[in-house]
């Protein structure tokens, strides 16, 4: 068995057991910090980790993380950028002024210090700091490929001095990509046919019709 801590709370769980599996065990009510439940896409489970002989406080998620004897795990509760970055989807069509918009919409981009905290804290590992620069430095396809597999836990949010909220400008940046690639062939022809009337739509078949 391992022994470990979570929020306060000791938990005793066999080897190999998730540290989301083993808060669970422990009693802690799985709500704010649970979402996909294990499959490491939805970044809830962001927590504070520190294992036994290491000062550093690491990141993680806990669902992809297993349990370690002497670790101490801190869930972490929903972490917000300072401010909303507001635009609408006018803004993403228009592939000329599209480093304009980066601009505008996250004029702290340009102030990254290359400190590196948004590349340490992300658990999954992705190049946060290069995704950053490549955005304000108007490669919007390549900022929008280095955030390809950021599940938003906003954990860079967290880590940056200069409140980029790096994982909302790569949202942001995918986004825009996104608006100016062709759509893929079939949806381009379903639509077509939905819109032409070639297909038809009936607007009632999910409905429950039984009396
Ligand atoms: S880029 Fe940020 S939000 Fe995305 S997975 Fe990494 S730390 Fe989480
Ligand atoms: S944490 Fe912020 S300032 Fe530091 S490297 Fe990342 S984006 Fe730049
Ligand atoms: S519960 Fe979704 S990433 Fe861990």
Known sequence: MVNLTI???????????????????????????????GQGVCGACRALVRRTGEPEVRTALACETPVEDGMQVSFLDRVAPRRPHAYSETDLVDGWTAYERVLAVFPEAVRCRHCSGCDRACPKGLEVQ??????????????????????????????????????????????????????????????????????????????????
């Open 7 to 37: 929020d306060g709370r000791p938990a005793s769980v066999p080897e190999g057991t998730t540290i989301v599996l083993a808060a669970a065990t422990a009693g802690i009510a799985l709500t704010t910090n649970v979402g996909c439940m």
């Open 130 to 211: 290069k995704g950053v620069n490549l955005a304000a430095s108007g490669d919007i396809a390549g900022a929008a490929a280095v955030f390809d597999l950021c599940v938003m836990c906003n954990l860079c949010v967290a880590a940056c001095p200069e409140h980029i909220a790096p994982n909302h400008l790569g949202l942001f940046a995918r986004r825009l990509a996104a608006a100016g690639t062709q759509r893929p062939a079939d949806l381009i022809r379903r639509l077509h046919e939905i819109t032409s009337g070639a297909m038809t739509i009936d607007a009632d078949a999910c409905t429950d019709k039984q009396p």
